[in-house]
């Protein structure tokens, strides 16, 4: 990389010695543009397609549809920003070095303006449909957890609607009928997913719901769609792997690739502070970074999404860093998978392929209900 030449007061000063130059990629984090972590930007979708990559990043800068705190809209730069490692990293916990095995981009956000619900989902769903439409996985930085629909549903199309499981970690179930009437609020997607058929209700798993809320005609209703939940206190009496195995075996039940959804309020707020609806007594930051490597390192990755990081609320970046973490951990894990010879992008014109003797088995007291109060239907996200 080229320095322009010192003028004589420049060369008087000193400052005209030879200097070595980095390229941004290897620059400090808080230097040069913003992208995650330093990554290519390539937001044209036909560029995208040409480089063939393996995994693009996509913001979903919006949080028209939270229900308590807001802020989720300043989610994506926060999460791209809160990291201090660049360059070529190196993965010890995976032992690999994952963009030196993945072409991995920045394709921007989605053309997201404020006060606008309708328009907001509608410039999600295209943004990371033109992104899927590439072969690319999209990683999907929100936002408020309403944008799992238009993403999902985007996601699904272009692999078929119903051949995508999703593995949602969550305190909340997010299957309101509406929020006060809303039918697009961050309490809704899930329901929405199924109702539409972009999901198939016996393909949706939950892990880490918690809490207060839903009340039990909601849980009933999602028995109902098939759907398949491990509660915080399944975890802590069974563990957290067991658990995950269970979850991994349920969401491929029929379904040939998986689409993950964190919703960063899944954490304990002792640890992940910075999220609209925090909930006391969730995962441990660990769990949940384990958790990903163990489902992206075993099943297909349809896509992911990671929703609800508030950086208004947040203290020292360290929600933001898990969510960062959480992206991290899955592109290193697909990095894994590619050097044992399995295929990361998803190539149209050929089959997506199912892979065989999935991890566990489906319990059968999986869905037990805990006893919740009954009532009317606030919502969480």
Excluded: C
């Excluded at 992208?35 to 995208?48: E, F, G, I, Q, R």
């Excluded at 956000?109 to 690319?136: F, S």
């Excluded at 098939?226 to 979850?247: F, K, T």
Aim: hydrophobic residues 45%; aromatic residues 6%.
């Amino acid at each position: 990389m080229a320095l322009s030449r010192p003028g004589p007061l420049g060369r008087a000063n000193g400052w005209g010695l030879d200097r070595e130059a980095f390229e941004d990629f290897d620059l400090p984090m808080y230097v040069g543009m913003p992208t995650y972590s330093k990554l290519p930007y390539v937001p044209d979708p036909a560029a995208l397609a040409r480089r063939r990559a393996d995994v693009a990043i996509v913001g979903a800068p919006f949080d028209d549809a939270v229900s308590h705190r807001p802020g989720a809209r300043f989610g994506p730069r926060a999460i791209r920003e809160a990291t201090y490692s660049t360059g070529s990293l190196h993965s010890l916990q995976l032992d690999v070095e994952p963009f030196e095995v993945l072409d991995v981009v920045d394709t921007g956000d989605a053309n997201i303006v404020p006060a606008w619900l309708e328009r907001g989902h509608a410039m999600v769903y295209r943004k990371v449909r033109e992104v899927a439409e590439t072969g690319a996985i999209p990683v999907v930085l929100g936002g408020d957890h309403s944008i799992t629909w238009p993403a999902a549903t985007a996601v699904a199309e272009v692999r078929a609607p119903g051949a995508i499981g999703i593995v949602h970690f969550d305190a909340h179930a997010d299957t309101a009928a509406n929020d006060w009437g809303v039918l697009a609020g961050h309490g809704t997607p899930m329901r929405r997913l199924i109702e539409s058929g972009a999901v198939q209700g016996r393909n949706f798993v939950q892990v880490g719901l918690r809490g207060y809320w839903p009340g039990p005609e909601v849980f009933a209703w999602m028995q109902a769609q098939g759907m398949r939940w491990h509660l915080m206190r399944e975890i802590e009496e069974r563990g957290a792997e067991a658990v995950i195995d269970d979850a991994i075996a349920e969401a491929l039940d029929g379904a040939h690739a998986i689409y993950l959804s964190v919703d960063i309020d899944v954490i304990d707020p002792g640890m992940a502070p910075g999220t609209g609806t925090p909930e006391p007594g969730g995962l441990l930051t660990r769990e949940l970074l384990r958790a990903v490597r163990r489902i992206v390192g075993r099943v297909p990755l349809a896509a992911l999404d990671i929703v609800e990081v508030s950086p208004p609320y947040d203290h020292a970046e360290v929600t933001a860093m898990a969510a960062h973490r959480v992206a991290l951990e899955a592109i290193s894990a697909l990095a894994v998978r590619k050097l044992a010879g399995d295929a990361v992008r998803h190539e149209r014109s050929g089959e997506v392929p199912v892979p065989a003797g999935p991890v566990g088995s489906a319990r059968p007291d999986s869905n037990i209900l805990e006893s919740s109060p009954a009532g009317g239907e606030p919502v969480a996200g």
